[in-house]
């Protein structure tokens, strides 16, 4: 069994930052259904403003709202304007074609990304 990546939102940026939140990241749902990640699912986080990586849950954001909110103490590692990938993966022993979704500086969707899994050096090709 390992753990392979089945899900990406890529180059997201982040709407809001609230320390004051109960932790998790609030995405907005129409991303949620088209890379098939879960309301409780945990998720990795990176930031290509900051290089910071982090752990926590997803919470359901408006359907349509472009919403990606980094709560609780995520928000010190992860602010407000900055550029990041959101990754959720999947315990398995077979190979997976994970569903990745490009988005725009608003968070709409774009297209879609094609990875090529277990190839050698990973490669995006455009779909």
């Known amino acids: 069994m390992r753990w392979l990546m089945r ?4 180059n997201a940026r982040v709407t809001e930052a609230n320390l004051a939140y109960v932790g998790s990241i ?6 949620l259904d088209r890379v098939g990640l879960w309301a409780g699912e945990r998720v990795l986080v990176v930031s290509n403003t900051s290089g910071a990586r982090l752990e926590t849950y997803v919470i359901v954001g408006p359907r349509g709202s472009g ?3 980094v709560n609780g103490a995520a928000a ?3 602010g407000e304007g ?4 959101i ?5 398995t022993d077979k190979q997976i074609t994970p569903r ?6 608003s968070n709409e969707f774009v297209r879609d990304l094609a ?3 277990f190839a050698g050096t990973p490669a995006l090709t455009w779909s």
């Open 87 to 91: 990754m959720g993966f999947e315990l």
């Open 100 to 105: 990745v979704a490009l988005v725009n500086d």
């Open 67 to 69: 919403a990606i909110c």
């Open 7 to 10: 899900s990406k939102i890529h």
């Open 115 to 117: 990875e090529t899994p």
């Open 26 to 31: 609030t995405i907005d749902e129409d991303l």
């Open 76 to 78: 010190h590692l992860i």
């Open 82 to 85: 900055e550029q990041i990938i």
